[in-house]
């Protein structure tokens, strides 16, 4: 990639903020590494954390949905492929999603209002560690990373948004879990902007169980928890508290009232993905 960056005219914003409009990926990328620039889309996200922190960064680079890739579900082989672009609305209302995945539209009713969901995108819930990536993490999703040389596929769950620089999510594809047993709960509604202190989804994909958390804590898969789980024996009620409590509080999980309160929440999906405790 040439390490000089043709700059499309800017538009002045709120507080200084200039918006950089890149033509394609790559530049979009290079623009964001040459000045330092956040990716903007839907921008539900960005605004409540500038408003908490009051702070704005100097420049914006506007992601174009119109970009091959970036925007619709398409089937295939491999599952679903989602474009990064695509909004949480019309992620609930595509009949493909409906088939695949039929608790991804009540989980998604709970994000937000209607019109956040309109302007949100899959990428930004991802990169917010939204409500999208405990589900989506529970599903072994598959990154498609546009980054400074070729673009590249990447685990969700070896994944990190503070890690990854300016590589930008060009799309994600999720496994055909038809078949699967899935649940999602949700601890706290969003009201306005404030976001959700816990989302837990369990999944079971007929030969083994998969745990994942996201909100207050941070995103991540339960492995540990999972492990214990999956291994054959029975635990006991205190040692499967014990383990996953120390798994979230490891996690970043700092409230014992929170850590409590996923306890119950995995108890309850558990029951409703058939897993004998």
């Known amino acids: 990639m040439q390490s000089d960056v043709t700059v499309q005219p800017e538009v002045a914003g709120r507080g200084g903020v200039r918006v950089l409009r890149p033509e394609f990926p790559r530049e979009a990328v290079a623009m964001a590494r040459r000045f330092g620039g956040t990716y903007i889309a839907g921008a539900s996200w960005l605004q409540p954390v500038w408003e908490r922190r009051q702070s704005r960064p100097s420049y914006l680079v506007a992601l174009d949905p119109g970009w091959p890739g970036f925007r619709g579900i398409e089937q295939d082989e491999g599952g679903l492929t989602i474009g990064a672009l695509t909004t949480l609305d019309e992620l609930a209302s595509h009949p493909l999603v409906h088939e695949h995945l039929p608790g991804l539209g009540t989980l998604l009713d709970q994000v937000a209002g209607p019109g956040v969901r309109r302007l949100g995108t899959v990428g930004g819930n991802l990169c917010a560690g939204g409500d999208l990536s405990a589900l989506f993490l529970a599903l072994d999703a598959r990154l498609h990373l546009v980054g400074h040389h070729d673009p590249k596929g990447e685990s969700l769950v070896v994944w990190d948004a503070a890690d990854a620089g300016f590589d930008l999510i060009q799309s994600v594809t999720l496994p055909d879990a038809s078949p699967w047993r899935i649940a999602v709960d949700k601890l706290g509604h969003r009201e306005r902007f404030s976001p959700t202190r816990a ?69 309850y999906l558990l029951a409703e993905v058939g897993h004998v405790l």
């Open 199 to 267: 989302t837990v989804a369990s999944v079971h994909d007929g030969d083994r169980l998969r745990l994942a958390v996201s909100g207050e804590g941070g995103p991540g898969r339960l492995s540990i928890s999972e492990a214990a789980l999956n291994d054959g024996h029975s635990l006991s009620g205190a040692d499967r508290i014990h383990i996953l409590d120390t798994e979230l509080e490891f996690r970043g999980w700092r409230d014992p009232t929170l850590r409590l309160a996923i306890q119950r929440m995995v108890d």
